[in-house]
């Protein structure tokens, strides 16, 4: 079988390469590329491929723009860190959607779904789909999520990415942020306004008084009835429990 993978970060790369040949040490890695630009130039000028893993987020946009510009003749098996995609890959050639970090079970998974396509299914022709409406839908979709925040810091107001906070906590009729950094800022939303801003894939409501993202969460342990406790980074003073009824979401989330 002959694969290509586009995946713009090295490990992750190399981790499914490995995965790849464990399950298939016959299958054969015909390119590894990293951006749109060069699998569409070379999807544009080699034979096409058995399989395409292709990872949505990439360096110069995302995977789903190759669809766009160039012919992809063979089934897709999409990667990516996120969920939020997985409506609009389906609405192209895609067998799989896996969740990074990859497993063995799920690769497997992966070509044992692309060999009962391969055994059962004749060709089908090219479907007719509006990539450009399609792409359109997808910024949209992650313009929906807040990115930036801004604050007050003494008589500056500056902003500060969503990528750079660790959690949000509520105290006394304020919402404050605490960067990973560690200074914190008064800024004007609940936690319930923010729970619905704010990606899911990255940010989880513990309980009513704390919205942490993932890099927060330092440790975690088991308390009395089927609770959690959680130590956060930058640490609180505050216990950090999450209920017995969150604890299952709160591990699915983890798990992603």
Not at 37 to 52: G, I, M, N, Q, R
Not at 158 to 167: H, P, Q, R, S
Not at 226 to 239: H, M
């Amino acid at each position: 079988m002959r694969i290509v993978i586009v995946e713009d970060e090295q490990l992750a790369a190399d981790k499914l390469v490995e995965l790849i040949r464990a399950y298939d040490p016959a299958s054969t890695i015909v390119a590894c590329l990293d951006s749109v630009a060069d699998t569409v130039a070379w999807l544009s000028t080699h034979a096409a491929p058995d399989l395409l893993f292709l990872d949505i987020h990439l360096a110069d946009g995302l995977g789903f723009e190759i669809f766009a510009q160039t012919a992809v003749p063979c089934p897709v098996v999409f990667t990516t860190a996120f969920d939020q995609y997985a409506i609009q890959a389906f609405r192209v050639n895609s067998i799989d959607y896996l969740l990074k970090p990859l497993t063995p079970r799920a690769v497997a998974d992966a070509f044992r779904k692309y060999e009962a396509l391969r055994r059962t299914l004749a060709p089908a022709p090219p479907a007719t789909i509006d990539y450009l409406r399609l792409l359109d839908e997808l910024r949209a979709s992650e313009a929906r999520y807040k990115a930036r925040f801004l604050v007050r810091a003494g008589q500056r107001i500056k902003t500060i990415a969503a990528a750079e906070v660790a959690y949000f906590f509520a105290e006394d009729k304020y919402t404050y942020l605490v960067t990973g950094a560690g200074p914190r800022y008064v800024v004007d939303f609940t936690l319930d306004d923010l729970e619905e801003r704010l990606d899911p894939a990255l940010f989880f409501r513990l309980n009513r008084k704390f919205l942490a993202s993932l890099p927060a969460i330092h440790e975690i342990h088991a308390y009395f009835k089927g609770r959690l406790k959680l130590t956060l980074s930058p640490p609180v003073d505050a216990e950090v429990l999450v209920s017995s009824e969150r604890a299952a979401p709160f591990k699915s989330w983890l798990d992603r």
